[in-house]
């Protein structure tokens, strides 16, 4: 029973507390528990000792490596001998327990061995006891045996007893042991902590010690090695201070040299920059001719080429192009002064120029001029030599006429003479155009509505002329009165027609000015209207009359325009005024716009067809022919009797009349006669 | 009531356009880039479309700024790779985090820790077991530690506790813990476990029973081991292991592909489990066995140096608390004779005295492969103390010799550690080259 309980009991003990191994050093008796810390406290003392004496002793390089050995050596023991001293308690305490236990089971072995001879003694009693018969003996027998069972008993009693007093000292102990470990637990606590600071201390000494060691050592480095050091840099100083002194002298000459060299070379500065640029020019074009030389050196040398002759050929070419170098300056000189003379040139060129573009000017000025002199010159001749041949048609008719009615005896009827009005007053009236330069657009309208007037065809020649001449005088102040008018009439125009501009137009037109959208306006217009720019004034003086068109709407267009112009002669001031105030009723534009263009529309159809007439030169001839032949070949032929006969007649008549002299001097005579008759003869 | 809505448009507006005219203090370097819009888009949808890695490594590094850490792990297990995100995560939920002890990568960390906690808090027939398998497939990737630092019992009824009051024997089946076997064989890069059958801050309601592994805990944490092909170190202490419970873990352990690294400490294992032990040293490729604070005794000691004598792979042998005895140490001694490879002993506070000392002294003599040995708090007395001072003037490969406590000579201990330091200073310049030369 006790040994298993006293095993498990010692076992877990020490499991309990292997966490922490350190503190295993749980010691029964106080003997055992200050040997190791004992010794320890001496291995530390000695230690520093012997080590502040090899400190002492050996040279301070192995200082450190032996330090460090003994100090791991130390401190590595100082841990373990605390888990050797538990140990060998551990192993004191289990021998002890070897041993009671040895003990205990020899005490329970002779214990057994004596209770078992009392019990053979016993069992020996009984059968002794069996063989006895009388009671006393049974009986002394008997109280025998009950004394040995009793002393059994008390010999078992006495061992129980026994082992339960050294339980409860072995519980009282264990308790004790475990009250005795805490506190050792404490003091070996203690005693670490003390160990540690002394520790501590007498390192942090020997720290101290050695760092001071080591100042002193580095300071006696550090004096020496500075004086060593200043002593250098004094020398180094010295030789460096020679050296900048001589620096300094050769810089000084240096400089003066400098400066010399440098006053020269300001001067010869200028000249330098030239001759540089001059140079880089040079040596560009060397460098050109060179590498065109080359190339055609190349071109056409040999492949196998010596160096000495390229060494030859480049002096040649240097010389060459030394040579060159001086062709071109002189080349150079040379352009210089043709640029100027050129420039100089130029400069007369220019005058001259001018004086010609002046001249040709006034040439053109007397071309016109001699142009309108000599459309003049042939409008004079024209109407001369037309009036003259319709003079001699006339007569030419009147003749005709006679010679058919007295000659031949025939009705004379007159012969057609349309092509007398229709192209008689043209001519005439172009020379007018021409006349008023700047040629009148709206003369081509005018001219139409004149053409278009057929019964004014037979008025004479010369006053178509003036009437041609009046109308463009007409025209010329309308065109001076709408200069003002005909703004706001196209304003006015734009703003009722506006309809018809696009609107992409309008809005691009938006940021502009009004007069340049007016003047836009008016462009695209015109445009879809399909006018020109020259019908617009036209356009500005129809819409301003369209008033009294409208009275008489009923009248042919035609003759109304041409009433209109006629008119317009008349009511030129009053227009003037009378339209700039009242302008149109901005509610006829539209009608008006629309008539006027039909009628636009039908003049342009008709003057194409004048045109074409009027602008082909056999049209003249035509006229002309037609005027010649105004008498008809049959007439001609009709005539060649008549003449023959005439001519008889004129024969006769001129035998006639050279006989009325001789008649006449006849008569003369004949007269004389008579006188000197009569004086004669009174 | 028209105003919320009014200056809920006027903020629409005010995002829709590009330039503000009567706000003074904005400009035009204040717009976000269409990218940083994008990204905050992505960030807020994350839940429902989560794109990470077709991100540039920027834009990656921006979205990590801004997950909320409040994301079911479902969605962000998987998509984001370790970094920022995962760091906040950490933050967040623990105080102290030092990515260094997980590799450096703070996913790692969160996912060990996570499951950490799931498995610490597991309470047996109170938690389903599906709570913790949700967690596999997302953490599976990530978890190549698990450190459990308690395991609870189920709770039992009050009543059964004063049952149990009268007859503890009783406490039988319900008090096995987490079943490991639904889990380690899922965790495919698994390579540490750590496990300990205890409670933390029990109190006042100690039980011994807390601490304790049942036999059914056993069984189905040896099938799990069996399951885990991955594993490299099984830690398993404090949990009061005995014999049987030591031979069936370690049954299953037999060749298992990849264990390097075994350690029962502190439990109550005896002969017959350091003699499993033995086997398994025998049969696995171990590198570091530590069997501290055990119950091995002379047997057990000399079936390990049986197999150590054998085995070529173990480094590092912690025999350290456990009753070895004579028997036991000159058995080791015997063994580390033929054994070339062994770089660490201790066999402190074992019961050693002056017979294995001499053994061990002769191991020290011809084993030039041995670099520490400790032998601390044993009764080597003064001849053994003189043996080991002749083995070492003639060693130079032991740079560490633990003899405190041994009631050895002064004189011949402080020889020894001389002898000790001496072979430490070639050994440490031949470091100090070896960390000059890649340099140079």
Redesign the interface.
């Given at each position: 029973m006790e040994k298993v309980d006293m095993?498990?009991e010692e076992?877990?003990e020490?499991?309990l507390l292997?966490e922490n191994q350190e503190p295993a050093s749980t010691v029964s008796t106080q003997d055992i528990e200050e040997d190791?810390n004992t010794q320890t406290h001496e291995k530390f003392n000695e230690a520093p000792s012997e080590s502040q004496e090899e400190v002492g002793e050996e040279s301070e390089k192995l200082i450190l490596p032996q330090r460090m050995?003994n100090l791991q050596r130390d401190l590595t023991t100082s841990v373990?001998?605390n888990q050797?001293?538990a140990?060998?308690k551990?192993?004191m305490r289990?021998?002890e327990l070897?041993e009671s236990r040895k003990i205990r089971s020899e005490r329970l072995k002779n214990n057994v061995k004596s209770s078992e001879k009392i019990f053979q003694e016993i069992t020996t009693g009984w059968s002794k006891a069996k063989q006895k018969v009388i009671p006393q003996e049974l009986q002394e027998a008997l109280n025998n045996q009950q004394q040995l069972c009793a002393a059994i008993i008390k010999d078992k009693k006495k061992l129980l007893n026994d082992l339960q007093q050294e339980l409860k000292v072995r519980n009282d102990q264990f308790v004790k042991d475990l009250r005795k470990q805490e506190e050792n637990l404490d003091l070996t606590m203690e005693s670490f902590e003390n160990e540690i600071q002394t520790l501590t201390l007498s390192y942090k000494e020997e720290l101290a010690h050695i760092l001071g060691v080591n100042q002193q050592a580095t300071e006696v480095f550090l004096t020496k090695e500075q004086t060593d050091w200043q002593q250098r840099l004094k020398l180094l100083s010295d030789q460096e201070h020679g050296w900048l002194m001589q620096w300094k002298k050769t810089m000084e000459e240096c400089e003066a040299n400098v400066h010399s060299q440098i006053w020269a070379t300001v001067e010869k500065d200028s000249n330098m920059t030239e001759l540089n640029a001059a140079s880089q020019a040079q040596k560009r074009k060397k460098q050109k001719m060179k590498a065109k030389k080359e190339v055609t050196a190349l071109q056409s040398a040999v492949p196998e080429v010596t160096p000495v002759e390229l060494r030859r050929d480049l002096n040649r070419m240097e010389k060459r192009v030394g040579s060159l170098q001086k062709e071109i300056k002189t080349l150079r000189g040379s352009s210089s002064t043709q640029k100027q003379e050129f420039q100089k040139t130029t400069l007369s060129m220019s005058k001259d120029h001018k004086r010609s573009i002046e001249k040709y000017e006034n040439v053109k000025r007397r071309i016109k001029h001699f142009a309108l002199a000599d459309a003049r010159q042939y409008e004079d001749m024209w109407l001369t030599v037309d009036e003259e041949v319709r003079q001699l048609a006339d007569r030419a008719l009147a003749i005709d006429s006679q010679i058919c009615e007295l000659v031949l005896g025939i009705s004379w009827e007159r012969p057609p003479m349309e092509f007398m009005e229709l192209s008689g007053p043209r001519r005439p009236q172009e020379g007018a155009g021409l006349l008023h330069a700047g040629g009148r657009a709206p003369l081509c309208g005018q001219r139409t509505t004149d053409l278009s007037v057929g019964p004014r065809a037979e008025a004479g020649t010369e006053s178509r002329g003036e009437t041609a001449r009046g109308e463009g005088d007409a025209e010329a102040e309308e065109g001076k009165i709408s200069a003002a008018t005909l703004k706001k009439v196209l304003e006015l125009l734009c703003d009722k027609a506006g309809f018809l501009v696009e609107n992409k137009l309008l809005n691009l037109l938006a940021p502009l000015e009004e007069e340049e959208q007016t003047v836009v306006k008016l462009a695209s217009l015109l445009c879809t209207f399909g006018l020109e720019e020259e019908d617009v004034p036209k356009l500005a003086e129809f819409l301003l009359k369209y008033k009294p068109q409208q009275k008489d709407q009923t009248e042919d267009v035609c003759v109304e325009s041409g009433e209109s112009s006629v008119k317009a002669e008349g009511a030129e001031t009053e227009s003037a005024t009378h339209l700039t105030s009242e302008l149109i009723d901005p509610n006829h534009v539209m009608p008006a716009l629309k008539v006027f263009l039909e009628q636009h529309l039908r003049s342009r159809e008709s003057s194409a067809r004048l045109n074409e007439i009027s602008c082909d030169p056999l049209d003249d001839e035509a006229y002309w022919e037609r005027m010649g032949n105004i008498i008809p070949e049959d007439r001609v032929k009709l005539w060649e009797p008549a003449e023959k006969s005439l001519k008889q007649h004129l024969a006769v008549l001129k035998d006639i009349s050279e006989v009325v002299p001789e008649i006449q001097s006849l008569e003369k005579e004949n007269r004389e006669l008579r006188m000197l008759l009569q004086q004669h003869f009174p | 009531m028209s105003r919320p809505p009014y200056f809920g448009a006027k903020a629409d507006n005010r995002r829709l356009r590009r330039i503000i005219a009567e706000d003074v203090d904005w400009s035009l370097h204040v717009v976000p880039c269409l990218s940083k819009l994008c990204l905050q888009s992505i960030v807020r949808s994350f839940e429902e479309k989560p794109i990470f890695e077709e991100l540039p490594p920027l834009d990656r590094v921006f979205v990590q700024e801004r997950l909320p850490t409040s994301l079911p792990l479902h969605v962000t297990a998987n998509s984001v790779s370790d970094g920022v995100f995962w760091k906040r995560c950490c933050e967040q939920r623990w105080d102290i985090c030092d990515p260094a002890d997980y590799g450096h990568s703070w996913k790692r960390m969160f996912f060990e820790r996570h499951v950490e906690n799931i498995i610490e808090l597991f309470i047996p027939d109170e938690t389903e077991p599906r709570a913790v398998l949700e967690m596999v497939p997302l953490c599976k990737n990530y978890v190549k530690r698990l450190d459990i630092s308690q395991l609870l019992p189920p709770i039992k009824e009050p009543e059964k506790k004063e049952e149990e009051e009268y007859g503890p024997e009783l406490a039988g089946p319900s008090m096995d813990h987490f079943d490991f076997n639904i889990l380690l064989k899922k965790l495919t890069k698994l390579e540490e476990l750590h496990l300990v059958y205890r409670v933390k801050q029990c109190g006042m309601n100690f039980e011994r029973t807390m601490f304790e592994m049942t036999d059914r805990d056993c069984e189905s944490l040896a099938e799990a081991l069996v399951s885990c092909k991955t594993l490299k170190l099984l830690r398993l202490h404090q949990s009061n292991i005995e014999d049987k419970k030591c031979r069936r873990l370690v049954r299953n352990l037999l060749d298992h592909p990849s264990l390097t690294e075994l350690d029962l400490s502190h439990n109550v294992i005896g002969d017959k489990g350091a003699a499993a032990i033995g086997r398994l040293l025998a049969r696995n490729k171990l590198e570091t066995l530590n069997m501290c604070d055990n119950n091995i005794r002379g047997p057990g000691a000399e079936a390990i140096a049986r197999a150590l004598s054998v085995n070529s792979s173990l480094l590092s042998l912690n025999l350290r608390l456990n009753r070895v005895g004579d028997g036991g140490g000159r058995a080791i001694g015997e063994a580390l004779l033929n054994n070339r490879t062994l770089l660490h002993l201790h066999l402190g506070a074992n019961v050693v005295t002056g017979p294995s000392a001499v053994a061990l002294s002769k191991v020290l003599v011809e084993n030039g492969t041995l670099k520490s040995i400790n032998l601390s708090c044993n009764n080597l007395g003064v001849d053994g103390g003189r043996a080991l001072q002749e083995a070492m003037s003639h060693n130079t490969s032991v740079t560490e010799c633990d003899i405190r406590l041994t009631q050895i000579d002064e004189q011949s201990v402080s020889f020894i550690n001389k002898a000790v330091w001496t072979n430490q200073r070639p050994s440490k310049q031949q470091q100090q080259q070896q960390t000059a030369n890649p340099s140079v």
């Open positions: 095993d498990p076992e877990s020490p499991a292997a190791p050995i373990s001998n050797t001293a140990d060998a551990e192993s289990r021998n070897e | -």
